[in-house]
């Protein structure tokens, strides 16, 4: 199955895009049953969060963490490691703890849910009393509502219509909002937020703990899930850019640009598991894509910043991963503990436009400073590297129209972090859409299927 062209008995279908939608999906059909045949443009499976090797040091292209409610991701996960011979799901799991340098210092007990949270706050360091009593409030608030806002608007003027006070604010919320939802207060979907919100401090004990990734993005699921598509049959092509695809016969096939790669198909189905601007040029000539061309062409994005800097090995945070009150970096993350890289310090700042205009070495020479308040006695870095990622995410907006998974093609479907869900862009979300194109996909094969 070598290019997908040799008439088959069962079902071959395509996915364009190996990121965490696209091998969420390709697993889900995989295991339904179906061959497939994934294309990835890039050398490296996993896409906005994939493996990046800098010196001999492997690294990812962002810092990444998860929740306990990040549930689809971690059942897929589990599966195709242990499928892979390898062990859990590739997290590292702790209680939801929160600790900001010279800021709110927060433990949640291992207690049943809400009263981890309540305990939480009861036993916050570094948040008066009236503030701790907001974030209360609030989420019982939310609670009452049914995590449902009559109309979508900002987080920052959703917080004002809760009279949540400015300490809480910028201890907590703000910054919640900024690691969820990749968009500041001011412009984040309040609605999205409290999602967020619902299905992490508003869920069971479990769904609030701290997901870390205990190893780099590309082996943490995407690798593994190329290892169980192809043992079930299939094919995983890395380094083919598919530039155009074209009807032929009931099905679709795929061209790439590439001289060495002849057409691919016919498939009876397309799963498309490319971020919004890929999926706008790739699919540009199709008018039945109109409405989802009207969506993507809407779309904002938020850029990530990840900055690395390698000290000597002795050099350890206190807690795995620590925040700052004030810029440029928002959270450091220490790989020694994380990923078993001594020394190595990974700082992240989200919807990172304020650094748009810092050379690399000027930023990490910031972010080595900042460092130094929380570390005196730093020695300067042997290596620092900067990543940017200048789409990171689309930019989470109240009333976003986000596209469906059914196209109006027999046989296309999309899947990636953008599609229609309540969820942000996150690997959750992407998991989840990759999920639910492999059902929607598997109803147009099999259509007779209960
Ligand atoms: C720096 C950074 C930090 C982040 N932090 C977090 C976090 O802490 N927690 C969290 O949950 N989420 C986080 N996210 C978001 C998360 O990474 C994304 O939501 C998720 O990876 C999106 O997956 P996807 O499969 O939908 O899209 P993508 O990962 O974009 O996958 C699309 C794939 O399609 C491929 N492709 C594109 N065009 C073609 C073509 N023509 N032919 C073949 N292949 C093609 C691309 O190369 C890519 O691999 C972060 C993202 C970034 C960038």
Not at 379 to 384: A, E, N
């Amino acid at each position: 199955m070598e290019d997908g062209t040799r008439p088959v008995s069962q079902p071959v279908v395509a996915v364009v895009g190996g990121g965490y939608a696209g091998m969420a999906a390709a697993v889900a059909l995989a295991e339904a049953g179906v061959t497939v045949c994934v294309y990835e443009a890039a050398p490296e499976l996993g896409g906005r969060a994939r493996r990046v090797t800098h010196r001999s040091t492997v690294l990812d292209n962002g810092l990444h963490i998860g929740i306990g409610a990040y549930s689809s991701l971690l059942a897929i996960g589990q599966r195709v490691r242990r499928a892979a011979g390898l062990p859990g799901d590739g997290w590292q799991r702790r209680p939801l703890e929160w600790h900001v340098h010279g800021g709110l210092q927060m433990r949640a007990p291992r207690l049943p849910a809400p009263l981890h949270l309540a305990a939480a706050l009861a036993g916050a360091r570094g948040l008066p009393f009236g503030a701790r009593a907001d974030a209360v409030r609030l989420m019982l608030a939310l609670r009452q509502s049914g995590y449902r806002l009559d109309v979508d608007t900002t987080v920052q003027a959703f917080l004002a219509a809760h009279r949540q006070r400015p300490p809480i604010v910028e201890s907590l919320w703000a910054p919640l909002c900024v690691a969820a939802l990749n968009t500041p207060p001011e412009r984040a979907s309040a609605q999205v937020f409290a999602n967020v919100l619902r299905d992490s401090l508003g869920a069971a004990r479990g769904d609030s703990d701290l997901l870390l990734p205990a190893a780099d993005l590309s082996a943490l699921f995407p690798d593994p899930a190329a290892v169980q598509v192809e043992a079930m049959g299939g094919a995983v092509h890395r380094g083919h850019r598919v530039e155009r695809i074209e009807p032929a016969g009931d099905g679709w096939r795929l061209l790439f640009g590439q001289q060495r790669s002849p057409p691919a198909g016919p498939f009876a189905g397309v799963v498309l598991a490319v971020a919004p601007r890929a999926l706008a040029e790739l699919t540009a000539g199709w008018p039945a894509l109109q409405a989802v061309h009207a969506c993507v062409a809407a779309y904002a994005h938020e850029p990530i910043t990840s900055v690395y800097l390698q000290y000597p090995a002795p050099v350890a945070l206190p807690h795995p991963m620590t925040g700052f009150m004030h810029g440029p970096g928002q959270w450091v993350f220490d790989r020694g503990a994380l990923a078993g890289q001594p020394g190595l310090l990974g700082v992240v700042i989200s919807a990172s436009t304020a650094q748009r205009s810092l050379d690399a070495a000027t930023l990490a020479a910031e972010v080595h400073r900042q460092l130094c308040g929380l570390l005196p006695g730093l020695p300067v870095p042997s290596w620092t590297k900067v990543i940017t990622e200048r789409q990171a995410t689309f930019a989470c907006v109240p009333g976003m129209q986000r596209p469906s998974t059914l196209t109006e093609l027999p046989g296309i479907v999309l899947a990636g972090d953008h599609v229609a869900s309540d969820y942000p862009a996150t690997l959750e979300g992407a998991v989840r859409s990759g999920l639910r194109a492999a059902e929607a996909l598997l109803g147009h094969l099999r259509p007779d299927r209960g």
